[in-house]
């Protein structure tokens, strides 16, 4: 205590000084109404400036809490999406009579559900590249499961352990799958060349199918996609091997370089289709 007042005294002059400018200050912002004005407005500017600080560091803190409550919630509405979709198709074949009869049934039983990863892992050396995600079997994730961006087609599961599963994608060589032009019902097979990571190729095209650059492709029969899932868009006409069909080089829609969320399609019918198919290979 003694040391406190002794500094005081030593300071004293310090103390008065800081008090008297302090004092002024006080009666010039108060009985001077501009100066009150600038000064309220730069306290404002100075004061919001230390709450939006504040709001970025804290939204920060709860940004990943946020983007997994956003692919969790994109999951949901992808899950209702397909289920509307099926529903339309399905009203388009049917007769009135049967309508309110279908309603029922399909919105009851969901062919599709879909869950969130994240990429924790991305290959692109060489040709043999492949896609780590942070689930596993233990969040339902198996093998032959279909896997996508919210813009495009992803790759397949091919191997899962109890918390991680590792991904095929369109940029390997092993991919193939069913697909067609937007506005065509023949279709080919969709493959990568191994050259150009935005780029894969559609094969196996009647020769005489049209179309034009910007075309979108979608995905056509598969046990494993749904349809009409979109894939890429057409950006040329590439080499062909065989004079009766065409080639086209596909601009890919899901972006490898940049890609950080998925989510992987959950076929609810599908073991029950594979094992009925099965059944003629016997």
Do not use: C
Request: charged content about 20%; aromatic content about 12%; hydrophobic content about 40%.
């Amino acid at each position: 205590m003694r040391n406190l007042f002794n500094f005081i005294i030593r300071n004293s002059h310090w103390l008065v000084a800081i008090l008297l400018v302090a004092f002024s200050f006080y009666l010039v912002f108060t009985h001077n109404s501009y100066q009150r004005s600038v000064y309220l407005t730069s306290a404002n500017h100075l004061t919001g400036m230390f709450y939006t600080a504040a709001d970025n560091i804290t939204s920060f803190f709860f940004l990943k809490k946020s983007n997994q409550q956003l692919l969790e919630r994109n999951a949901e509405l992808e899950k209702e999406l397909y289920a509307l979709k099926a529903d339309k198709d399905s009203v388009e074949v049917s007769d009135s009579g049967t309508l309110h009869a279908f309603f029922i049934d399909s919105l009851g039983t969901p062919q599709f559900d879909f869950i969130p990863a994240k990429v924790v892992n991305l290959s692109f050396s060489g040709v043999n590249n492949f896609i780590t995600l942070n689930r596993g079997a233990s969040n339902g994730i198996r093998p032959d499961m279909g896997v996508i961006s919210q813009t495009g087609v992803v790759g397949v599961v091919s191997n899962v352990s109890p918390n991680f599963s590792v991904v095929i994608p369109v940029i390997n060589p092993k991919f193939r799958l069913s697909a067609r032009l937007k506005n065509s019902e023949n279709y080919g097979s969709l493959s990568w060349d191994g050259k150009n990571i935005r780029t894969a190729q559609l094969r196996e095209l009647p020769r005489h199918e049209t179309f034009q650059e910007g075309d979108t492709v979608l995905t056509s029969f598969s046990r494993i996609f749904p349809k009409n899932l979109i894939i890429g868009y057409v950006s040329e006409t590439g080499e062909s091997g065989d004079d009766n069909f065409n080639t086209f080089n596909i601009h890919l829609a899901t972006d490898f370089y940049t890609l950080q969320d998925v989510l992987v399609i959950n076929d609810l019918f599908y073991e029950e289709q594979r094992e009925l198919e099965e059944i003629l290979q016997e």
